[in-house]
Nanobody
């Protein structure tokens, strides 16, 4: 069974930091793209950041609201993707979802596998 399991969510004050992790199991994701999305209450799910397979120039891509504050990285040996979130603000409050698309070059628009989500709450 293929699974993506997020962890690291929680509560933080504005200006604080959190690091999310997403570990894949059931198959390798090292040859494809992995990404983070988020969904705030009453809003549609939105793209946050993505990272392509190793060996690709410009392997990371960020949504404008998080660029410069969030960093996506991956450890292929652990089949894991991370999201380091700095200088958080209340607008970052959402459920954060990990997504993956194996065997793809670059950053895809559609992902095959999704995690269950982890809540991030930023207080003002």
């Amino acid at each position: 069974q293929v699974r993506l399991v997020e962890s690291g969510g929680g509560w933080v004050e504005a200006g604080g930091s959190l690091t999310l992790s997403c570990e894949g199991s059931g198959r390798t994701f090292s040859n494809g793209a992995m990404a983070w999305f988020r969904q705030a209450p009453g809003k549609e799910r939105e793209f946050v950041a993505a990272i392509s397979r190793p060996g690709i120039s410009n392997p990371t891509y960020y949504a404008a609201p998080v660029r410069g504050r969030f960093t996506i990285s991956r450890d292929n040996a652990k089949n894991t993707v991370y999201l380091q979130m700095n200088n958080l603000n209340p607008e970052d409050t959402a459920v954060y979802y990990c997504a993956a698309k194996p065997a793809v070059i670059g950053i895809p628009r559609v992902y095959d596998y999704w995690g269950q989500g982890t809540q991030v709450t930023v207080s003002s």
